[in-house]
């Protein structure tokens, strides 16, 4: 069965085109007028996405899911690159005069205005899911991941649970309306009906477009999907071993994938999205206490909790993106002591070196300068 979405058209490398030249130009003579301050700073007076220095949104819907979910979809500046299905992006919202930044799938299908699904776990999440309006701007940064649909005409499986179905539903809104060839199976994970994101969404394409097959698996009552063996997915996809498979959700649930698929002898068949980063947790790693200069503060340690969890808890407001180890938003000089690089184990013990608080935990007592 073909599942893959016809090629885009190439476009051409020899004439620049003319509208964003004629934007340029129009900056320029713009100057004349402002100088000493750039024309984009007027602008902004009257258009609040307009920024010289940070790419905006603003939020034209707030749709809850569930009652702890809610879908928020926002129109960005112009310099916003089109998002491709399965993508996310940072998002930065100001909470009590601090900038906090996450990554979030995007929902939508491509070619659409963007949104994001977001589920209220967290102090960031939660804001946004209980606090936005319409009109409110947020923060952005560009689209950016690769997991993304093949290029070619293929089968596909997709495993998620809870969150992790977000960025699928950008995958199967973008996909079905334009293929009616396509083969999907949808392999979904949540705890009741109720707790399920998109669940009317996703019966009306099921009933839709014959291309697609979805299986709820609703865990409260039928338990987590078993990826330790083949035995579920030989039940509910036998034959799931020649399909493209894209997994997201709980990490346990990642981890169980990767090494199915490695034991399967089809590594190359499995894409795996990851919302947070893979540490390497030691039984035997010592803490310490952390100072936090700046504000004042200590806190006993573990040696495998990060010293951005360690600082949050302490009410300690430290700079974080991603909290993955991949933006460096959170790079906090270092004044005394050792940390542990959690993703690769690495120590550091240079005074003033910039260290990753959301990756990095205390070995011994710790001075930030924070």
Request: proline share 8%; aromatic share 6%.
């Amino acid at each position: 069965m073909n599942s893959a979405l016809p090629p885009r058209p190439a476009r051409s490398s020899g004439t620049p085109r003319r509208g964003p030249l004629l934007k340029r130009a129009a900056w320029r003579a713009a100057e004349v007028f402002t100088t000493p301050a750039p024309p984009q700073e007027f602008a902004r007076l009257f258009n609040p996405l307009v920024s010289s220095r940070q790419l905006r949104g603003v939020v034209t819907a707030v749709r809850h899911e569930t009652a702890n979910s809610a879908t928020i979809e926002f129109t960005p500046g112009g310099t916003w690159d089109a998002h491709k299905a399965g993508q996310y992006a940072r998002i930065g919202v100001e909470i009590d005069g601090v900038r906090n930044w996450r990554s979030y799938s995007l929902v939508t299908a491509e070619g659409h205005d963007p949104a994001i699904t977001v589920t209220a776990v967290g102090r960031v999440s939660s804001h946004l899911v209980h606090h936005t309006e319409p009109g409110d701007l947020l923060f952005l940064a560009p689209p950016q991941g690769d997991f993304l649909l093949p290029t070619g005409p293929r089968p596909l499986l997709m495993l998620t649970a809870g969150s992790g179905l977000t960025p699928v539903m950008s995958m199967l809104r973008t996909l079905l309306p334009q293929r009616r060839d396509a083969d999907v199976v949808v392999i979904h994970s949540s705890r009741t009906p109720d707790e399920t994101l998109f669940l009317d969404e996703l019966t009306q394409m099921n009933d839709a477009h014959h291309s697609l097959t979805l299986v709820h698996r609703f865990t409260e009552h039928e338990g987590r999907l078993d990826l330790a063996t083949t035995h579920d997915l030989d039940t509910l996809c036998p034959d799931w071993r020649s399909r493209k498979t894209y997994v997201c959700g709980p990490q346990e649930m990642l981890d169980d994938a990767e090494r199915l698929w490695h034991s399967e002898d089809l590594p190359h068949e499995l894409s795996v999205e990851r919302f947070a980063p893979t540490l390497f947790a030691d039984p035997d790693a010592r803490g310490g206490v952390v100072t936090f200069e700046k504000s004042d503060k200590e806190a006993s340690a573990e040696g495998n909790t990060t010293l951005l969890e360690v600082g949050e808890d302490a009410g300690v407001l430290l700079p974080s993106g991603c909290r993955m180890g991949i933006c460096r938003t959170c790079l906090t000089p270092l004044v005394s002591g050792t940390v542990r690089n959690l993703s690769s184990g690495e120590l550091c013990s240079d005074e003033g070196e910039l260290i990753q608080t959301c990756i990095s935990a205390a070995v011994g007592p710790v001075h930030l300068d924070a």
